[in-house]
T-cell receptor
């Protein structure tokens, strides 16, 4: 099956910093989503982005489908951004390995 | 919109007993619901896919007789962990898809501890 790797696995940043999270996938996909799992376990939909670029406030995402990767950008980080970020691909979502983001006040 | 609830949020049970977890789509009808399992500090793994009114499709390695899934209506799916053992302790998360659009929406999860 398709493999989905995310990097970095862990990221610790000061409040106000910017960050880039990467998602690599091993085969072409028709569906790619980014999620934020908060410290209580709830998964929050961030973007549906099989290709192209989208922005929502301080967050934006870009997927280059031909090169099999997607990037999630977080600008001006806040402590509430802490948690684990997952990308997931295909209709039966295959989740990536996740990036654990910790924002320090 | 697109709210999915799970009940209970947390359950502790004794080894050998069965536990039922409910997943409800509150403001939309879910053609398809999915059940995932997540171990501590790990990613989510799909266990099974259920369509309303039909039998669930289980992923490879998931015991269908141990994890019983019922999707009796367009707003409710249940996962029953039968004869639970400590190794079944995990975080179980459901998601729902309306049949239109591309996104699944996730419930808040159920933390199961088997003693």
């Amino acid at each position: 099956g398709i493999q989905v790797e995310q990097s970095p696995p862990d990221l610790i940043l000061q409040e106000g910093a910017n960050s880039t999270l990467r998602c690599n996938f091993s085969d072409s996909v028709n569906n790619l989503q980014w999620f934020h799992q908060n410290p209580w376990g709830q998964l929050i939909n961030l973007f549906y982005i099989p290709s192209g670029t989208k922005q929502n406030g301080r967050l934006s995402a870009t997927t280059v489908a031909t090169e099999r990767y997607s990037l999630l950008y977080i600008s001006s980080s806040q402590t509430t951004d802490s948690g684990v970020y997952f990308c997931a691909v295909e209709e039966k979502l295959t989740f990536g390995t996740g990036t654990r983001l910790t924002i320090i006040p | 919109g697109a709210v999915v609830s799970q009940h209970p949020s947390r359950v502790i049970c004794k080894s050998g007993t069965s536990v039922k977890i409910e997943c409800r789509s509150l403001d939309f009808q879910a053609t398809t619901m999915f059940w995932y399992r997540q171990f501590p500090k790990k990613s989510l793994m799909l266990m099974a896919t259920s369509n309303e009114g039909s039998k669930a499709t289980y992923e490879q390695g998931v015991e269908k007789d141990k994890f019983l899934i019922n999707h009796a209506s367009l707003t409710l799916s249940t996962l029953t962990v039968t004869s639970a053992h400590p190794e079944d302790s995990s975080f179980y998360i459901c998601s729902a898809w309306s049949g239109s659009g591309n996104e699944q929406y996730f419930g808040p999860g159920t933390r199961l501890t088997v003693t």
